[in-house]
């Protein structure tokens, strides 16, 4: 009898409990908020989704029948470079495997340095590519030439400017081939250095590749990195190299990845010996450059790859806008500042996991702090450079 009372007499109630809820509802504490959870929701649906299976994925051993491997490397005015990497290349830990230099149209010493190279390394190959009067040509045309001249039929690919992270690295790289697969993305890092700029560029590469790998992880790849990037050299001979946008300058990596990998033909291959290194760059102007480069490609993107790559930095903003006007109007602080609290734990969680993986110790911790810097001062000034902004020519 008293649960019948009290359903009665909370039935009488309703209509002003209704009234109450309508009149909250149209205010614009009540729309602060509900934007603020729905954005709060997404972004950590994306923590859980993307990122979390790259946090617990554990990389296989390679096969015991290990495939042939040509390594394909292009360079121009690279002697530097050379002589200080390559041979960490060409003495890797691999039972058979060729280098492959393209030497494109160098004025430099890297000719007379790759003869000197190619007699103590029987398995340096080098293509020379002579400077045409009145005529000019991208990395595509080097990587091309490097390609055509490769007798294996997997490829794994870096640049001249980048140097394994051990002996292992071929090695480690092959492990992501299984039956099916015909593409496997690798992860490259920039060199650890002190200073704003340096973190800043190695987060925004971090993000990039937990991105990245957590999507392909998902069946959803939208792009490889060339400075570590492997996939079968008949692949790229069935849609004709990169003719489908020989027009951009960039483009032979990511928008490469992005025409041919499908849900399941992608794998990847994720640890501490399965990495490159580079060097990063040294001022805010030449990084600004290099970003601008590498954004130039966004656009040409599939459809859903965009509309997926856009959904975590505009549910940001949407999160961290309303947040702040709730707290300016000091509405439900405790709400808003526990919500952006939990969020953070998960990112700096999930984001270590995977910073372990990519020998980038500092990054997960660092997280939420660079975030902020990095999306309120530089991705608007990125995005507004690459819409105005020539496109660099292959140097």
């Known amino acids: 009898m008293h649960i019948a009372w009290d359903l009665i007499i909370l039935l009488l109630s309703a209509p002003m409990l209704n009234q109450e809820l309508i009149n909250i509802e149209f205010g614009p504490q009540l729309i602060i908020l509900i934007v603020f ?7 950590i649906a994306l923590l859980f989704i993307r990122y979390l299976p790259l946090a617990l994925f554990k990389q296989k051993e390679a096969d015991e029948n290990l495939p042939s491997v040509s390594v394909v490397i292009c360079a121009r005015n690279e002697e530097e ?15 058979n495997f060729e280098v492959i230099v393209v030497n494109d149209c160098s004025w430099d010493n890297s000719y007379d340095l790759l003869e000197k190279l190619k007699k103590s390394h029987p398995n340096l190959k080098v293509a020379e590519i002579k400077q045409v009067e009145n005529r000019e040509h991208g990395k595509k045309f080097a990587l091309t030439i490097g390609i055509k001249a490769a007798v294996n039929d997997i490829l794994l690919l870096t640049d001249a400017d980048c140097y394994p992270s051990s002996n292992q690295w071929i090695k480690q790289m092959m492990s992501g081939y299984r039956p099916n697969k015909y593409i496997v993305l690798g992860y490259g890092k920039y060199d650890r250095k ?5 973190n800043l560029i190695r987060y925004d590469t971090f993000m990039i590749g937990s991105t990245s790998l957590g ?9 490889g990195v060339g400075r570590n ?12 190299g990169f003719a489908s946008h020989i027009h951009l300058a960039s483009g032979d990596d990511d928008l490469f990845v992005n025409e041919v990998a499908d849900s399941k033909n992608t794998a990847i291959a994720v640890s501490p010996e399965s990495l490159t290194i580079s060097n990063p760059k040294e001022t805010f102007s030449a990084w600004m450059r290099q970003k601008k480069r590498h954004l130039s490609t966004g656009k040409h993107y599939k459809s859903k790859h965009k509309f997926l790559l856009v959904l975590e930095p505009a549910t940001w903003y949407l999160m961290m806008i309303s947040a702040i006007a709730g707290l300016l109007i000091q509405y439900n602080l405790l709400i808003l500042i526990s919500g952006l609290c939990l969020r953070a734990c998960l990112q700096i969680g999930i984001l270590h996991a995977i910073a372990k993986k990519f020998a980038e110790t500092d990054m997960g911790w660092k997280s939420p702090f660079l975030e902020v810097i990095y999306k ?20």
């Open 81 to 95: 470079n050379i002589e200080k990497y390559l041979p960490l290349v060409l003495n890797q830990d691999y039972p």
């Open 37 to 43: 959870g729905l954005a709060l929701i997404i972004q």
């Open 229 to 240: 990037l492997s996939y079968h050299r008949a692949l790229f001979f069935a849609v004709k």
């Open 376 to 395: 309120i001062f530089l991705a608007p000034v990125f995005a507004f450079y690459s819409l105005f902004a020539k496109q660099s020519k292959w140097t």
């Open 215 to 223: 999507m392909a992880l998902r069946g959803n790849t939208y792009m």
């Open 194 to 198: 002190p200073g704003l700029l340096n």
